[in-house]
């Protein structure tokens, strides 16, 4: 079977592959006149679409069959996280929530925080090759770095969840989860939220919860966290 080529293209219409694209497209992968490929536009559509010019710059394209797709998830999912001090560890944790499955990621600033500044041009480009890798037609929303109680004041609709471990018998993030809401779950940074900032986001609406008895590493904790939104 005749391997298949996905390509992120976010205006389709457009008939010609991004610059970054098209160069893998050419020199790396050196297609030709005529070779299918598919398209990503990162809304939740593949094309598939067949070469019909190639220059040492350039890859153009017709499209000959759109392919809408339906989310295996119902409701929003937004993930936000205390970046980790070390930063390989979050974006592993950019990449494989992107596999299993988010619609938005946002890296919150912490009182506890061991690091506070993200490069979001990077994160994003992780993301674009994880949902490439993953097949998935949905890129999620990268948000900037953000303020603890900048984030928690923001109006966001469905449930809300905090998950830390300042508590004895806190409900499991599984056993509250709706079916088909809306969800928000924030995970603290190595060494978790402050005391003040879990009653900060209590006040806020937000639920606090448990991810199981295991004590797991922030981005473990994320990871586990998508899994659970997906699966509910």
Known sequence: MKEQHYFYTPEPGSMQLPPDEAAHAVRVLRLELGDEIFLIDGCGT????????????????????TMPQTPSWNGHLHLAMGPTKNLDRTEWLAEKATEVGIDELTFINCQWSERRVVKTERIQRILVAAMKQSRKPW???????????????????GQKFICHCHADNLPLLSERLCPDSDV??????????????VHAAESAGFISVSLGHSRLRTE?????ATVMMQNR
């Open 46 to 65: 593949f094309y598939r679409a067949s070469i019909d010019a190639v220059t040492k710059k350039s890859c153009s394209y017709n499209i000959v069959e």
């Open 139 to 157: 890129l999620p929303k990268l948000n900037e770095l953000t303020d603890f109680q900048a984030f928690i004041n923001r109006d966001f609709q």
């Open 184 to 197: 928000l779950v924030m995970i603290g940074p190595e060494g978790d939220f402050s005391p003040d900032e």
């Open 220 to 224: 473990t904790a994320a990871l586990v």
